[in-house]
């Protein structure tokens, strides 16, 4: 989950702790004044497409991408009907973003915003999903003059620099990311807490 802490907040105080995506990038649009209209129609505009990214995109991709890989693996049965499932609702969700897109150059308030930036990783990654962009040509459109944005190559650029190769994993570790993502649980209230 990212977390950023900001020492020097809006308004002065005490440093400011903020999770999850979204509204740490509404934090950081409003205290830079930069991509987060202030203009209140504008501004829901915005909100909308960061809260839809929130609720549908990044949690219907996931799934689909969840049982996209352990389909590649016997010892999970039969994945047909989750498969079907995410792969029609990841279409779905492009057909979302084409019509959002439909006669706009971006998702939101006719500029590039945090809804954009937001909204722009998943929905690149279509060639592992099983999407024709074809079908999607407002989508289409968008995703090439988001990825020629300077700052977005770069962005791009900064996490190949950081990829892994898997084959460079210890089996070890492999077992311990895969306790990490596939098999975690709620935890207590630390003791220290109460």
């Known amino acids: 989950m990212p977390v950023i802490v900001d020492h020097e907040p809006m308004g002065g105080g005490e440093p400011i702790t903020i999770f999850e995506s979204g509204a740490i990038m509404m934090y950081l649009g409003e205290k830079a004044q930069k991509f987060w209209p202030e203009e209140p129609h504008l501004k829901y505009e915005v909100c909308e497409w960061i809260l839809w990214q929130a609720g549908n995109q ?10 996209r890989r352990a389909a590649h693996d016997n010892k999970h049965g039969d994945l047909s009907f989750p498969l079907l ?10 057909g979302v973003l084409n019509l959002g897109l439909f ?14 930036m937001i909204c722009y ?39 190949r620099d950081l990829r892994e190769d ?14 990490l993502v596939y098999h975690q649980r709620a935890q207590a209230v630390p003791k220290e807490w109460t």
């Not at 998943?122 to 944005?149: C, H, K, M, Y």
């Open 58 to 67: 990044g949690p219907k991709f996931g799934e689909q991408g969840y049982f």
């Open 85 to 94: 499932r995410f792969d029609n609702e990841v279409h779905r969700l492009y």
């Open 103 to 116: 006669n706009k150059p971006y998702l939101a308030a006719d500029d590039y915003t945090i809804a954009d």
């Open 121 to 159: 990783p998943w929905a690149s990654l279509w060639q592992g999903r099983g999407i024709d962009l074809e079908e999607f040509p407002n989508v289409r459109r968008w995703l090439t003059a988001v990825e020629e944005r300077p700052a977005v190559k770069k962005g791009i650029g900064i996490g």
């Open 166 to 179: 898997p084959a460079s994993i210890s089996s070890e570790e492999q077992a311990r990311r895969a306790k």
